[in-house]
Protein backbone atom coordinates (compact mmCIF):
# COMPACT_ATOMS: atom_id res chain seq x y z
CA UNK A 1 0.00 0.00 0.00
CA UNK A 2 1.22 3.64 -0.77
CA UNK A 3 0.18 6.62 1.28
CA UNK A 4 -1.43 9.81 0.43
CA UNK A 5 -1.22 12.55 2.70
CA UNK A 6 -2.61 16.03 2.93
CA UNK A 7 -6.46 16.95 2.77
CA UNK A 8 -6.54 18.04 -0.60
CA UNK A 9 -5.00 15.22 -1.90
CA UNK A 10 -7.14 12.80 0.26
CA UNK A 11 -10.74 14.61 -0.95
CA UNK A 12 -9.32 14.45 -4.43
CA UNK A 13 -8.70 10.83 -4.28
CA UNK A 14 -11.75 9.98 -2.92
CA UNK A 15 -13.45 12.29 -5.62
CA UNK A 16 -11.69 10.30 -8.51
CA UNK A 17 -13.45 6.53 -6.55
CA UNK A 18 -9.49 5.35 -6.58
CA UNK A 19 -9.47 2.07 -4.56
CA UNK A 20 -8.53 3.64 -0.66
CA UNK A 21 -8.41 1.05 1.93
CA UNK A 22 -8.47 2.81 4.90
CA UNK A 23 -8.09 6.51 5.81
CA UNK A 24 -6.24 8.10 9.03
CA UNK A 25 -7.30 11.28 10.39
CA UNK A 26 -5.87 12.66 13.70
CA UNK A 27 -7.99 12.65 17.53
CA UNK A 28 -7.41 16.03 17.85
CA UNK A 29 -8.42 17.76 14.16
CA UNK A 30 -9.89 20.91 13.98
CA UNK A 31 -13.14 20.83 12.00
CA UNK A 32 -13.42 22.11 8.59
CA UNK A 33 -15.63 21.72 4.99
CA UNK A 34 -12.49 19.64 3.43
CA UNK A 35 -12.51 16.93 6.86
CA UNK A 36 -16.37 17.20 6.94
CA UNK A 37 -16.54 16.63 2.78
CA UNK A 38 -13.37 13.54 3.31
CA UNK A 39 -15.54 11.69 6.39
CA UNK A 40 -18.80 12.51 4.43
CA UNK A 41 -17.42 10.69 0.80
CA UNK A 42 -15.95 8.20 2.80
CA UNK A 43 -18.95 6.84 4.72
CA UNK A 44 -20.85 7.25 1.21
CA UNK A 45 -18.21 4.95 0.11
CA UNK A 46 -17.54 2.86 2.84
CA UNK A 47 -13.99 3.53 3.27
CA UNK A 48 -13.02 2.89 7.11
CA UNK A 49 -11.55 6.45 9.04
CA UNK A 50 -9.47 5.53 12.01
CA UNK A 51 -9.03 8.14 14.68
CA UNK A 52 -5.27 8.15 15.81
CA UNK A 53 -2.94 10.03 17.56
CA UNK A 54 -0.32 12.39 16.07
CA UNK A 55 2.56 9.49 16.62
CA UNK A 56 0.61 7.26 14.43
CA UNK A 57 0.34 9.55 11.60
CA UNK A 58 4.23 10.36 12.11
CA UNK A 59 4.86 6.71 12.05
CA UNK A 60 2.71 5.81 9.06
CA UNK A 61 3.38 9.41 7.20
CA UNK A 62 6.47 9.73 4.35
CA UNK A 63 6.06 13.13 3.84
CA UNK A 64 6.16 15.85 6.95
CA UNK A 65 3.08 17.42 5.57
CA UNK A 66 0.13 15.50 6.24
CA UNK A 67 -1.86 17.90 7.70
CA UNK A 68 -3.24 15.05 9.67
CA UNK A 69 -4.61 13.63 7.06
CA UNK A 70 -3.38 10.24 4.76
CA UNK A 71 -5.55 7.82 3.22
CA UNK A 72 -4.02 3.49 2.33
CA UNK A 73 -4.58 3.52 -1.02
CA UNK A 74 -3.16 0.33 -3.37
CA UNK A 75 0.57 0.97 -5.40
CA UNK A 76 0.19 3.89 -7.91
CA UNK A 77 -0.74 1.75 -11.81
CA UNK A 78 0.81 3.70 -14.61
CA UNK A 79 -0.57 3.00 -18.04
CA UNK A 80 1.05 1.80 -21.23
CA UNK A 81 1.84 3.77 -23.93
CA UNK A 82 -1.36 2.23 -26.06
CA UNK A 83 -3.85 2.59 -22.99
CA UNK A 84 -3.12 6.43 -22.61
CA UNK A 85 -3.76 7.03 -26.32
CA UNK A 86 -6.62 4.56 -26.57
CA UNK A 87 -9.22 7.54 -25.87
CA UNK A 88 -7.16 10.54 -27.38
CA UNK A 89 -8.79 12.41 -30.35
CA UNK A 90 -6.87 13.59 -32.71
CA UNK A 91 -9.24 16.03 -34.28
CA UNK A 92 -9.51 17.67 -31.02
CA UNK A 93 -5.49 18.42 -30.98
CA UNK A 94 -4.64 16.97 -27.69
CA UNK A 95 -1.46 17.68 -25.94
CA UNK A 96 0.58 15.34 -23.95
CA UNK A 97 3.72 16.17 -21.58
CA UNK A 98 6.41 13.91 -21.85
CA UNK A 99 9.49 14.19 -18.89
CA UNK A 100 12.74 13.65 -19.45
CA UNK A 101 14.63 12.93 -16.31
CA UNK A 102 12.42 14.51 -13.77
CA UNK A 103 13.42 13.26 -10.51
CA UNK A 104 12.33 15.58 -7.92
CA UNK A 105 9.07 15.00 -6.50
CA UNK A 106 7.84 18.34 -6.16
CA UNK A 107 8.59 19.26 -9.85
CA UNK A 108 6.73 16.21 -10.69
CA UNK A 109 3.47 17.22 -8.49
CA UNK A 110 3.72 20.51 -10.04
CA UNK A 111 3.78 19.53 -12.99
CA UNK A 112 1.04 16.86 -12.82
CA UNK A 113 -1.04 19.44 -11.20
CA UNK A 114 -1.17 21.73 -14.25
CA UNK A 115 -1.31 18.96 -16.79
CA UNK A 116 -4.74 18.57 -15.43
CA UNK A 117 -5.44 22.14 -14.78
CA UNK A 118 -4.37 23.03 -18.70
CA UNK A 119 -6.56 19.82 -19.93
CA UNK A 120 -3.13 17.85 -20.77
CA UNK A 121 -4.55 14.43 -22.49
CA UNK A 122 -1.84 12.93 -20.62
CA UNK A 123 1.61 12.49 -19.53
CA UNK A 124 5.07 10.47 -20.20
CA UNK A 125 7.41 8.99 -18.36
CA UNK A 126 10.21 6.73 -18.08
CA UNK A 127 10.75 3.61 -16.30
CA UNK A 128 13.93 5.28 -14.80
CA UNK A 129 15.33 8.40 -13.99
CA UNK A 130 11.85 10.26 -13.05
CA UNK A 131 10.28 10.43 -9.49
CA UNK A 132 8.68 7.46 -8.09
CA UNK A 133 4.62 8.21 -7.18
CA UNK A 134 5.06 9.26 -3.27
CA UNK A 135 3.15 10.50 -0.83
CA UNK A 136 5.48 13.75 -1.76
CA UNK A 137 3.93 13.71 -5.65
CA UNK A 138 0.45 13.14 -4.60
CA UNK A 139 0.27 16.09 -2.14
CA UNK A 140 2.70 18.84 -4.64
CA UNK A 141 -0.10 17.32 -7.35
CA UNK A 142 -2.87 18.78 -5.13
CA UNK A 143 -4.53 15.38 -5.94
CA UNK A 144 -4.20 16.03 -9.54
CA UNK A 145 -2.54 12.15 -9.73
CA UNK A 146 -6.00 11.19 -9.15
CA UNK A 147 -6.83 12.62 -12.80
CA UNK A 148 -4.21 12.75 -15.18
CA UNK A 149 -3.58 10.01 -17.02
CA UNK A 150 0.29 9.19 -17.05
CA UNK A 151 2.13 6.51 -19.31
CA UNK A 152 4.98 4.82 -17.81
CA UNK A 153 7.79 3.56 -21.04
CA UNK A 154 11.15 2.08 -21.35
CA UNK A 155 12.17 3.97 -24.45
CA UNK A 156 11.59 8.08 -25.28
CA UNK A 157 12.92 8.00 -28.42
CA UNK A 158 10.98 5.06 -29.93
CA UNK A 159 7.85 6.73 -27.85
CA UNK A 160 8.37 9.85 -29.72
CA UNK A 161 8.66 7.89 -33.19
CA UNK A 162 4.85 5.77 -32.23
CA UNK A 163 3.56 9.29 -31.37
CA UNK A 164 4.73 10.86 -34.87
CA UNK A 165 3.17 8.15 -36.99
CA UNK A 166 -0.09 8.54 -35.40
CA UNK A 167 0.04 12.30 -36.03
CA UNK A 168 2.01 13.97 -33.28
CA UNK A 169 4.36 16.85 -33.73
CA UNK A 170 7.02 17.04 -30.98
CA UNK A 171 8.21 19.92 -29.39
CA UNK A 172 11.36 20.13 -26.58
CA UNK A 173 11.95 22.90 -24.76
CA UNK A 174 15.77 24.23 -24.73
CA UNK A 175 16.99 27.05 -23.74
CA UNK A 176 19.65 26.26 -26.95
CA UNK A 177 16.88 26.95 -29.36
CA UNK A 178 16.65 30.79 -30.86
CA UNK A 179 12.46 30.35 -31.17
CA UNK A 180 10.52 31.79 -28.28
CA UNK A 181 7.89 29.43 -27.45
CA UNK A 182 4.96 31.76 -28.48
CA UNK A 183 6.16 32.17 -31.90
CA UNK A 184 6.10 27.95 -32.24
CA UNK A 185 3.00 26.74 -33.74
CA UNK A 186 1.71 24.26 -30.87
CA UNK A 187 -2.16 24.29 -32.07
CA UNK A 188 -1.67 20.93 -33.20
CA UNK A 189 -1.70 17.68 -31.89
CA UNK A 190 1.42 18.08 -29.69
CA UNK A 191 3.45 16.21 -27.48
CA UNK A 192 5.89 19.27 -25.26
CA UNK A 193 9.22 17.51 -23.78
CA UNK A 194 10.76 18.80 -20.51
CA UNK A 195 14.17 17.93 -19.41
CA UNK A 196 15.71 18.19 -15.65
CA UNK A 197 16.84 21.31 -14.55
CA UNK A 198 20.21 20.19 -14.40
CA UNK A 199 21.26 18.20 -17.64
CA UNK A 200 17.74 19.57 -19.84
CA UNK A 201 16.49 17.08 -22.71
CA UNK A 202 18.91 14.25 -23.68
CA UNK A 203 20.67 14.53 -26.66
CA UNK A 204 19.33 11.83 -28.61
CA UNK A 205 15.17 12.84 -27.28
CA UNK A 206 16.62 16.44 -28.56
CA UNK A 207 17.23 15.18 -31.79
CA UNK A 208 13.97 13.38 -32.01
CA UNK A 209 12.05 16.60 -31.44
CA UNK A 210 10.76 18.12 -34.76
CA UNK A 211 11.37 21.44 -33.38
CA UNK A 212 12.85 23.39 -30.18
CA UNK A 213 11.38 26.14 -28.25
CA UNK A 214 12.85 28.68 -25.45
CA UNK A 215 11.39 31.07 -23.16
CA UNK A 216 13.22 34.27 -23.33
CA UNK A 217 15.40 35.62 -20.13
CA UNK A 218 15.85 38.91 -19.50
CA UNK A 219 17.42 38.52 -15.96
CA UNK A 220 20.93 37.10 -14.40
CA UNK A 221 19.02 33.27 -14.17
CA UNK A 222 19.94 31.30 -16.96
CA UNK A 223 17.09 29.13 -16.74
CA UNK A 224 13.47 28.86 -14.78
CA UNK A 225 12.30 25.95 -12.72
CA UNK A 226 11.03 23.31 -14.96
CA UNK A 227 7.43 23.31 -13.52
CA UNK A 228 7.28 26.30 -14.45
CA UNK A 229 8.61 26.37 -17.46
CA UNK A 230 6.17 23.62 -18.17
CA UNK A 231 3.53 25.58 -16.83
CA UNK A 232 4.03 28.23 -19.96
CA UNK A 233 3.92 25.79 -22.22
CA UNK A 234 0.89 24.08 -21.10
CA UNK A 235 -0.93 27.36 -21.31
CA UNK A 236 0.89 28.13 -24.39
CA UNK A 237 -1.06 25.51 -26.14
CA UNK A 238 -3.95 26.36 -24.21
CA UNK A 239 -3.75 29.84 -24.84
CA UNK A 240 -3.36 29.00 -28.78
CA UNK A 241 -6.86 26.46 -29.27
CA UNK A 242 -8.74 29.33 -27.37
CA UNK A 243 -7.88 32.15 -29.73
CA UNK A 244 -8.35 30.60 -32.90
Request: aromatic share 6%; hydrophobic share 45%; net charge positive.
Amino acid sequence: METIEGRQAVYETLKSRKRIGKIYIAQNIKPSDIIQKIEALANKQGVYIERVDKARLDEVAQSRAHQGVIALIEKYKYLSLADLLENVDMEKKPVLLILDGITDPQNLGALLRTADAAGVAGVIVTKRRVAPMTAAVHKASAGATAYVKIAQVSNLAYTIDDLKEIGFWVAGASEKSDTAYFKADLNQPIAIVLGSEGKGISRLVAEKCDFLVAIPMKGEVSSLNVSVAGAILMYEALRQRIVT
